[in-house]
């Protein structure tokens, strides 16, 4: 860690302190099944390598005392971009669902179990908005958003589009698509037509494909959403077509080593990982932590572990998009679109 890494795939809601969710427990009278920080991180935390199905319900854990809070949903973005700083990132893209962290205006089942209030998925995203931009301020980085549609919540996607083109000029600079890759786009045609969208008003596009769904996944996210990155992207290496078309294309891959490992995405054995086929393919590709309050983890465990089990040497760190990010981050915010497309150093 230099002092000046960028972290492109981070999920805000996979990011908050242990002490918050306690803080906010308290403040708004919710029980929880642990009383101490120790205790409650014991309850989130993924310890050995599980399923991506086990790792999402761990948000259950904790996402109904942070959803519908004004206060508690600001905080979080603010310590969000203090604990980035704190590890040395100067440019950071956090992702969420806005719906996720509302508790009206998001159709029936509200989520997390919630009683219906008065927080509408437009008003997480300025409140997002707000904290991320005062933590700027306060930390002098750069903290950028992304809004993430939900594979299995397709009535939701068209409003993500229309919010990322609201707040464009207020720090949000991309649209995802999160959660079960197993739910296909055939079945949710929304999907498709908020990307389309998102391709018609010049919105920059990620997709979760190839994490634990096959290289098809991928495929599609590249051909049919007209991703211009993809999250995590490991299985792209069963297409080997596929694979060499991407390298070509110098497509972004957001990989997430600790991650990758306790979702169960890729074997355990971080020596046969399949990011050292991309850096072997020298692949355009990041670093990154994905959830780390659910992984226990930080930038730096995530750049140890490929240092110690990958053998990356100090050429490869230096390879990778980190190190002209300073000169980037510095731009006016329209040039921060170079920024986005995360080409490596040596593309810049
Ligand atoms: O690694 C992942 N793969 C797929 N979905 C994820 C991952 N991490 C988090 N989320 C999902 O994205 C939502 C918005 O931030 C989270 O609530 C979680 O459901």
């Known amino acids: 860690v230099n002092g000046s890494e960028i972290e492109l795939h981070v999920h805000l809601d996979g990011a908050i302190r242990v002490q918050t969710i306690l803080d906010v427990a308290k403040r708004r009278g919710i029980s ?47 310590e969000f971009v203090e604990d980035k700083a704190k590890e040395g990132v100067i440019y950071v893209e956090v992702r969420y669902s806005p719906h996720f962290l509302a508790d009206c205006d998001v159709g029936k089942p509200i989520p997390w179990n919630q009683t219906e209030g008065d927080l509408s998925p437009d008003e997480v995203v300025r409140l997002v908005n707000e904290g991320l ?30 919010l990322c083109k609201k707040y464009r000029n207020d720090g949000v600079v991309a649209i995802d698509l999160a959660g079960d890759e197993s739910m296909n786009l055939e079945a949710n045609p929304e999907h498709r037509t908020a990307y389309e969208e998102a391709v018609r008003c010049g919105i920059h596009r990620t997709v979760h494909a190839g ?39 110098n497509m972004h891959f957001e990989m997430c080593p600790v991650s990758s490992k306790l979702t169960g995405a890729c074997d355990s054995d971080f020596t046969q990982h399949p990011i050292i086929t991309f850096r072997k393919d020298k692949a355009n590709y990041s670093l990154n932590t994905d959830d780390p309050l659910i992984f226990n983890s930080n930038l730096l465990l995530d750049y140890s572990v490929v240092h110690q089990h990958m053998g990356f040497t100090e050429e490869e760190f230096k390879r990778l998009v980190r190190s002209n990010a300073k000169k980037h981050a510095e731009y006016e915010p329209l040039r921060l679109h170079h920024v986005w497309k995360a080409r490596s150093a040596t593309v810049f």
Not at 48 to 70: C, N, Q, R, S, W
Not at 227 to 247: F, I, M, S, W
Request: hydrophobic letters at 40%.
């Open 133 to 162: 931009r005062e933590g700027e301020r306060a930390f002098n980085i750069k903290a950028r958003s992304i809004l993430c549609c939900m594979r299995h919540m397709p009535s939701w996607s068209i409003e993500v589009v229309e």
């Open 32 to 78: 929880l099944p642990a009383t101490t920080a120790e205790e409650l991180k014991e309850k989130i935390i993924i310890h050995e390598p599980a399923t991506l199905t086990k790792f999402l319900e761990k948000f259950e854990e904790y996402m109904h005392v942070i959803a519908g809070d004004k206060d508690a949903i600001k905080r979080i973005a603010y």
């Open 211 to 249: 994490e634990v769904g096959p290289a098809s996944v991928v495929k599609e996210a590249v051909e049919v959403l007209k991703a211009e990155r993809v999250g995590h992207g490991y299985n792209t290496l069963q297409d080997p077509a596929l694979y060499r078309k991407l390298l070509e294309q």
